[in-house]
């Protein structure tokens, strides 16, 4: 069950940043900044990104991950963020929920993935306690047995970032620019995006139910202080060289090339002679 502070007890601060179709690069750079430069808690929710952009984990391979081919054509941007996990393509029908936050403001949390996302995992199904059958499958969110929220982590020594691509609602044709992942949870049971999807929009009424209803359960856990968006933006000249970036067309060339060159050199090991 999700923890509450005792009655009495003074709740930490968290600064709420509150964004509207936010550039998902700025964000992740914002994100990796406050991770590492603030020692403050801090909550980012952004609804949507204007442009459809894939985002892979810090050691994603593009050749393994995109169809590198349409991705090039379309002109796709592909980010490589600063924290782990897998590959998403997020776009205007994308709510970000961020959470920053140091380790010892949880009281007795312990600062590891599991434990991060076993509380995440509670947290949310607060928020959604009233919506669909809430499940914490694996490393995902789902109802059902359909995700609809993909999560990743980053911890620091003393602080921690979970952050969230929850699907309000996607463009299926959007999902061809991804391919099936070679390590994919066991629920998924080999299931095409679209089979192994779905949309909230499908089962909450609003995006303002779900963000306020984010809000509010927040509240449970800390002392809530909103940060005017202007404000927050600016935050992103803390200097901190980020390890989040963008990939430019030359990498995923030479993803392509190399990834032509080992299937060359595995056909030719199998080749009959």
């Known amino acids: 069950m999700v923890s509450y502070p005792a009655r009495g007890v003074i709740r930490p601060v968290m600064n709420l940043i509150?964004?509207?179709?936010?550039?998902?690069?700025?964000?992740?750079?914002?994100?990796?900044?406050?991770?590492?430069?603030?020692?403050?808690?801090?909550?980012?929710?952004?609804?949507?990104t204007k442009q459809?952009?894939?985002?892979?984990?810090?050691?994603?391979?593009?050749?393994?991950l995109v169809n590198i081919n349409s991705v090039i054509r379309d002109q796709i941007?592909?980010?490589?963020?600063?924290?782990?996990?897998?590959?998403?393509?997020?776009?205007?029908?994308?709510?970000?929920?961020t959470l920053i936050c140091n380790k010892d403001d949880i009281p007795g949390l312990q600062?590891?993935?599991r434990p991060i996302m076993s509380w995440t995992g509670q947290f949310y199904g607060e928020?959604?306690?009233?919506?669909?059958?809430?499940?914490?499958?694996?490393?995902d969110y789902a109802f059902g047995s359909r995700k609809f929220g993909g999560n990743a982590q980053s911890i620091t020594k003393n602080r921690w970032v979970h952050h969230t691509s929850f699907l309000w609602d996607y463009d299926v044709s959007n999902m061809d620019y991804l391919k099936l992942p070679m390590r994919a949870p066991e629920y998924r049971s080999a299931?095409?995006?679209?089979?192994?999807?779905?949309?909230?929009?499908e089962i909450l009424p609003s995006k303002s139910t779900f963000i306020e209803g984010t809000i509010e359960t927040l509240g449970s856990h800390f002392s809530v202080r909103p940060i005017q968006s202007n404000a927050a933006t600016n935050l992103s000249n803390i200097s901190h060289p980020p390890s989040t970036r963008l990939l430019?067309?030359?990498?995923?060339?030479?993803?392509l090339l190399s990834a032509s060159e080992n299937s060359d050199t595995n056909s030719s090991i199998y080749a009959v002679p």
Not at 37 to 45: A, L, P, R, V
Not at 249 to 255: C, M, Y
Request: net charge positive.
């Open 18 to 48: 509150k964004l509207k179709e936010f550039s998902i690069l700025k964000q992740l750079y914002l994100e990796e900044k406050l991770l590492r430069s603030s020692s403050e808690n801090w909550c980012i929710i952004n609804n949507g």
């Open 52 to 64: 459809p952009t894939i985002v892979m984990g810090v050691s994603g391979r593009p050749s393994e």
């Open 77 to 97: 941007p592909v980010i490589r963020r600063f924290s782990g996990g897998g590959t998403v393509i997020v776009d205007n029908g994308t709510i970000f929920v």
């Open 111 to 113: 600062p590891y993935p």
């Open 127 to 139: 928020v959604l306690r009233e919506f669909g059958d809430f499940h914490l499958r694996e490393n």
């Open 191 to 201: 299931r095409s995006h679209v089979e192994f999807l779905c949309r909230m929009k």
């Open 248 to 255: 430019t067309r030359p990498e995923l060339e030479q993803a």
